[in-house]
């Protein structure tokens, strides 16, 4: 399984961005999608992830400005962050927890997508 992740890169204070992860390769079912963080100095924590029948697990430091959503498929994952703040740079993460017959339920991660928030 593998994830892959786009969409960071730098952008102002208020300003938008929308993060892609595709998860790709011999998936199961995908109990669930979402993403976390890690900034610099500090250790990875959870932003949001969505489940099956779309139930939603995200910080309450991100509410109403970020919202993840899945697509159809269900393969792919989108995080659409809005009013950012500089304190919101850091490497956004893809996780997905996938479950198959052969493993069980099993975490996988993306490589990691910088977002940069800086005047």
């Known amino acids: 399984v593998q994830l892959q992740a786009s969409g960071g890169g730098s952008v102002r204070p208020g300003g938008s961005l929308k993060l892609s992860c595709v998860a790709s390769g011999r998936i199961g079912v995908i109990n669930y999608m979402g993403w976390y963080r890690e900034a610099p100095g500090k250790e990875r924590e959870l932003v949001a992830t969505?489940?099956?029948?779309?139930?939603?697990n995200d910080a309450d430091s991100m509410k109403g400005r970020f919202t993840v959503s899945r697509d159809n498929a269900g393969n792919t994952v989108f995080l659409e962050m809005n009013r950012l703040k500089p304190e919101d740079t850091a490497v956004y993460y893809c996780?997905?927890?996938?479950?198959?017959?052969?493993?069980?339920?099993?975490?996988?991660w993306g490589q990691g997508t910088l977002v940069t928030v800086s005047s």
């Open positions: 996780h997905a927890n996938i479950w198959s017959p052969a493993e069980g339920s099993v975490g996988y």
């Open positions: 969505v489940g099956n029948g779309g139930r939603i």
